[in-house]
T-cell receptor, first 118, second 112 residues
């Protein structure tokens, strides 16, 4: 299947700092990527839809100034958690839908990035 | 009623058992259905993809979609301890770049 790569897989930072997470589509072009957040033993929560060359679309309740999303190319989307606080500690996962001939396209996920804010 | 309902479990079965995982949904427009497996601290991995109604088999896994009942299933034959994970169903009405709607996931433990 298609490969979505995410980096870093784990990051620990001090409260008040900013952290950038990269999501790359390795063997396909992704005009749209989706960013999810997941708390321990909970389901995926969609944060935003990242669109190449335009502004991201954020879900209700997600602070766009807190979670900056940039999708500057067809293979890279970044999520920056600004002025991180302990409550931002979570597992962040990106995904992209691949249209390879199958009806509807398949959604592939990155490996996830575990953020711990001290 | 939530768009997608999935029993969170946990579900515990002995090795070799047949596992049945299910989701129900309310939106009759859904026509693209996926099952994901997620190991702890990892991103979800696409297991099965089904378009519209019917069955699909891949090795020990079989996905079934019954659109008339708005019910999808994932069967795992000869379950192994390595199948222990959380299984998420996901679905979409559109073929474009729109987010999928996910179930909450079912935690499965296969005991050796």
């Amino acid at each position: 299947g298609a490969v979505v790569s995410q980096h870093p897989s784990r990051v620990i930072c001090k409260s008040g700092t900013s952290v950038k997470i990269e999501c790359r589509s390795l063997d396909f072009q992704a005009t749209t990527m989706f960013w999810y957040r997941q708390f321990p033993k909970k389901s995926l929560m969609l944060m935003a839809t990242s669109n190449e060359g335009s502004k991201a679309t954020y879900e209700q309740g997600v602070e766009k100034d807190k979670f900056l999303i940039n999708h500057a190319s067809l293979t890279l989307s970044t999520l920056t958690v600004t002025s991180a606080h302990p409550e931002d500690s979570s597992f962040y996962i990106c995904s992209a839908r691949v249209f390879s001939g199958r009806a509807g396209g398949e959604l592939f996920f990155g490996e996830g990035s575990r953020l711990t804010v001290l | 009623q939530k768009e997608v309902e999935q029993d969170p479990g946990p579900l515990s079965v002995p090795e070799g058992a047949i596992v049945s995982l299910n989701c129900t949904y309310s939106n009759s427009a859904f026509q693209y259905f996926m099952w994901y497996r997620q190991y702890s601290r990892k991103g979800p991995e696409l297991l099965m993809y089904t378009y519209s109604s019917g069955n699909k088999e891949d090795g020990r896994f079989t996905a079934q979609v019954d659109k008339s009942s708005k019910y999808i299933s994932l069967f795992i034959r000869d379950s192994q301890p390595s199948d222990s994970a959380t299984y998420l169903c996901a679905m979409s009405a559109n073929s474009g770049n729109t987010p999928l709607v996910f179930g909450k996931g079912t935690r499965l433990s296969v005991i050796a």
